[in-house]
């Protein structure tokens, strides 16, 4: 039980803060930020960087044994690069493989003296350690050549393939993030082990060689061969995560602002198409905005962005070389939506976040990842409201991270932020902290601080330079430590009887504090009707429950003049009261009541968030008679908000002024389709069916996810091939995508095994795409089992062929397990484990533990939920006489 205590009483408490730090985590890292730019001047030039704290020298006793640990010794140290890589974008006639070549001179300061001993150096091709016996003390050269393959695994050195104008194209690209520099040649792959990087490339006439730095090319002949050479300018003292290389026949758009010289790469079509346009015109104001931001310029001459066919993650933030998934970073208004285009701004704004916090100042081990991704995933909305200041994104992070995250850190099986350095040292574990934990709740507190010391003096923190740093006192660790070092969040209970506010970890281990800032507000019309509400547009990272009487009075205003409750905190209720239903602080039904006001709901947030939640119930109970009557509930509820949105657009014929309208307009045919509204399922089709008889889409970018799902469903194999067909002739990734997605709606089940059979073939499904396909078909209902036995009975091959790396491993497990609520499910998932542990599940293996705590959650819940969930939603949906 979480101890309490007195305010005022009766509710006394309007504008009180509970304690004066929250989440000095940011403080923290504000010194360290300070500390290494005051470093940077004294030790390198101010755009070289740093990192987080010194590393200790280590005295290496005399051996002459392999350097046998996975983290490499600390006293020698790497000063800077020469390397030259030749990439064939043609197979091997020899051996059909993709190759590259390489030669590498390492320049070394031996630190300490040890008469003999050995270093751990990067993987030679399949080898993940190479050791060198070194003697004495001073400067060393190391001279190494090599060869490797530029296989399609999406890490390393790799390529990438596309087809343009029925010729097969290849690009050579680098995805080094978090350990996979040592694939592309030897190197100390430490973030830690900064150096300056001296690169050359050879490469095919006619093609385009990118790299970190400015580049200067010339043609040469090597052995016969004539070729392009193109070298670079040494970059800044870099980690090797941060390196980038890249050899296509891609085209630029650019542009120059302020002296940094902007381009963005990508295919010619796309380029052709103006597709890159939007990022260029946006690229230039987000730089200048984290110009002012961190009161530091640019620290490079120039920032290119290149849109790639195959990577695995959304985006990389190389320093001065950025790459992503043409998703997001390509925009062409006739095939993308207002989301798609939404995504691009705020992706582009955390990689720009990165130039500095990051590539500039960067971490010293991966277990503070959550200061580099949280600081990035906050700051980037506020980037992204800078390039689009009429959208209001800003308000976003409330749906896209912070209740994004509850979900996972409500676990017991969740972790804290920041890790033990020593609990992190193989490359799994390193892959397992890119997850919803290091980016959502990263972000999600640093906003808390943010509005808590205001953003002036949170920016402040980040300016301010102290050559001899900066002692932080031991209240504001104390503070820290508890956000930081413990995982989880409060819940905060309000007892406005009593004016008794009392916090408990919310689900598990009760006897965990945090010291909580809130903000309240307190209203009504008359005595015995005003309500309290706390967490003031959900800027702290806790929930908050109130006694049932003062339930009672927010349930009543939201009905009654819902607009009072300012619209986040009309979703955070929505929130709160579903998951506290979970959690069985409050009753189910309480939960389901806040739903009730719907029907007179215009706005997109509370209606996202009730949305959210309810998909909880479709997965416990789509495969249940509760399935009916929440279908006839549901239908009622959303048929205002369909009807208004047909009024609002003049039959569909326009599209809705505001960001967030537009949005809402896709919940509500979405929704009203979903549960069986007629006119909706007539309207999916019948635009479906035009686009296939007149093959001319005149479906809006913003519609056409749900429309295409929602047709699928409804129809046959003639359908889905038509699909089909145009997904594998899209060449714009957005309409790829959103055909990727309905493809796994049909309620066919063979047509679902031949597209979970088509994710293993690279030339039907990309391999950046195939374990989010998987989890697509997991999603419907019909292919959920279907999903499940395929995973099961390919884990081998899908582990092996997909990365035990790869960040979307996590996802994948998270995604085909997340409907299991049966003993049943739970015994299979069990097994599944028992059965791969030699297989591993790589950066999955923390998912797999959470998908049987979630499972057994769900039993419990459903065996007391659910008959009192059926009677609810019947009694909600019977006639009125």
């Not at 039980?1 to 504000?30: E, N, Q, R």
């Not at 549901?634 to 960001?659: A, I, M």
């Not at 069916?689 to 970018?701: A, F, G, L, S, V």
């Amino acid at each position: 039980m979480g101890k309490g205590f007195y305010i005022s009483k009766p509710v006394g408490i309007v504008s009180i803060i509970l304690c004066a730090g929250a989440l000095a985590t940011i403080i923290a890292l504000s010194v360290v930020y300070s500390e290494e730019k005051a470093k940077n001047n004294n030790q390198v030039s101010p755009t070289d960087g740093g990192t987080t704290s010194k590393p200790p020298v280590t005295t290496l006793a005399p051996s002459n044994e392999p350097w046998d640990k996975y983290r490499l010794p600390k006293n020698l140290v790497p000063d800077h690069y020469n390397l030259t890589l030749w990439p064939r974008l043609t197979p091997d006639l020899t051996t059909g493989l993709y190759i590259f070549t390489g030669k590498v001179v390492f320049f070394h300061t031996r630190l300490l003296h040890s008469p003999v001993s050995r270093s751990r150096s990067a993987c030679l091709c399949q080898q993940e350690f190479g050791s060198i016996p070194l003697r004495g003390k001073g400067m060393y050269h190391l001279y190494t050549k090599f060869t490797g393959e530029l296989a399609d695994d999406l890490g390393g050195f790799y390529r990438s393939e596309y087809m343009e104008d029925g010729v097969k194209k290849v690009v050579a690209t680098t995805q080094m993030q978090p350990t996979d520099a040592r694939k592309a040649f030897p190197c100390f792959d430490e973030p830690a082990m900064k150096a300056i990087f001296y690169i050359t490339l050879i490469h095919d006439r006619g093609t385009v060689a990118l790299s970190n730095g400015e580049e200067k090319g010339y043609p040469v002949t090597i052995d016969n061969q004539h070729v392009q050479k193109t070298v670079f300018e040494p970059t800044e003292k870099m980690s090797t995560y941060l390196l980038a290389f890249i050899v296509s026949d891609f085209d630029f758009i650019n542009n120059t602002i302020d002296g940094v010289w902007i381009r963005i790469f990508a295919r010619k079509p796309a380029i052709a198409a103006g597709q890159g346009e939007y990022a260029l015109n946006k690229t230039g104001p987000i730089l200048k905005f984290f110009e002012k931001y961190y009161n530091s310029s640019y620290p490079l001459p120039k920032s290119d962005q290149i849109a790639l066919p195959d990577f695995n993650a959304g985006a990389m933030e190389n320093w001065g070389l950025i790459t992503y998934r043409e998703t997001a970073l390509l925009y062409d208004k006739e095939f993308s939506s207002n989301s798609n285009k939404q995504r691009i701004a705020t992706i582009i704004a955390h990689e720009l976040a990165h130039m500095w916090f990051g590539n500039l100042v960067t971490l010293r081990w991966w277990n503070d990842l959550w200061l580099n991704e949280g600081f990035a995933s906050y700051v980037e909305y506020l980037g992204a409201h800078e390039a689009e200041p009429d959208w209001n994104v800003k308000d976003l992070i409330v749906l896209g991270d912070v209740h994004r995250v509850f979900a996972v850190d409500a676990l017991a099986s969740s972790h804290p932020l920041s890790s033990k350095e020593e609990d992190i040292q193989k490359p799994a574990q390193i892959s397992e902290l890119f997850d919803a934990i290091s980016y959502s709740k990263g972000a999600s507190v640093l906003r808390m601080l943010s509005d808590f010391l205001t953003e002036e003096v949170f920016t402040m923190g980040l300016r301010a330079v102290d050559a001899n740093g900066t002692e932080l006192p031991d209240t504001v660790h104390n503070i820290m430590n508890t956000w930081v070092l413990q995982m989880g969040f409060p819940v905060v209970t309000i007892d406005t009887k009593t004016g008794v506010v009392s916090q408990k970890h919310f689900l598990l281990d009760p006897d965990s504090e945090w010291i909580v800032p809130i903000k309240w507000m307190k209203t009504g019309a008359a005595l015995g009707t005003e309500w309290v509400l706390a967490n003031l547009n959900v800027v702290g990272y806790y929930r908050v429950n109130y006694d049932e009487e003062n339930w009672g009075r927010l349930l009543n205003g939201l009905s009654t003049n819902h607009q009072l409750i300012p619209v986040i905190n009309r979703a955070q209720l929505v929130d709160d009261a579903f998951n506290l239903a979970r959690a069985k602080i409050i009753s189910t039904v309480l939960a389901l009541n806040t739903t009730k006001y719907l029907d007179k709901e215009r706005e997109y947030m509370p209606w996202e968030s009730a949305l959210n939640n309810l998909d909880f119930f479709y997965l416990m109970f789509d495969r249940s008679e509760v399935y009916g009557p929440m279908q006839d509930y549901l239908r009622k509820q959303v048929t205002p908000l369909f009807n208004y949105y047909k009024t609002l657009t003049e039959n569909w014929s326009k599209v809705p002024d505001g960001h967030m309208d537009q949005y809402n307009q896709v919940n509500a045919i979405s929704l009203a389709c979903r549960t069986g509204l007629e006119e909706c399922q007539n309207l999916a089709k019948t635009w479906f069916k035009q686009w296939m008889d007149t093959n001319n889409n005149q479906i809006h970018p913003n519609l056409r996810s749900t429309v295409y799902c929602n047709a699928i469903a409804a129809s046959g194999a003639n359908e889905w091939e038509f699909a089909w067909s145009q997904f594998k002739n899209a060449t714009i990734a957005t309409e790829a995508d959103k055909l990727r997605s309905a493809l796994a709606c049909t309620k066919q089940p063979w047509l679902l095994n031949r597209y979970l059979e088509y994710t293993l073939d690279p030339k039907m499904i990309r391999k950046q795409d195939a374990t989010s396909t998987i989890v697509y078909i997991a999603n419907n209902v019909i292919g959920q089992s279907l999903a499940w036995d395929f995973v099961r009975a390919r884990w081998s091959y899908i582990f092996t062929q997909y990365g035990g790396g790869s960040f979307s491993f996590s996802n994948l497990i998270n995604g085909v397990t997340k409907r299991f609520s049966t003993e049943f499910e739970l015994q299979q998932l069990k097994q599944f484990k028992e059965d791969n542990a030699e297989v591993g599940f790589g950066s999955g293996t923390l998912a797999v533990d959470q998908s049987i705590e979630r499972t057994t959650a769900n039993i419990k819940w459903i065996a007391e939920n659910k008959q009192n969930v059926l009677n609810w939603f019947r009694d909600e949906t019977k006639p009125v006489f």
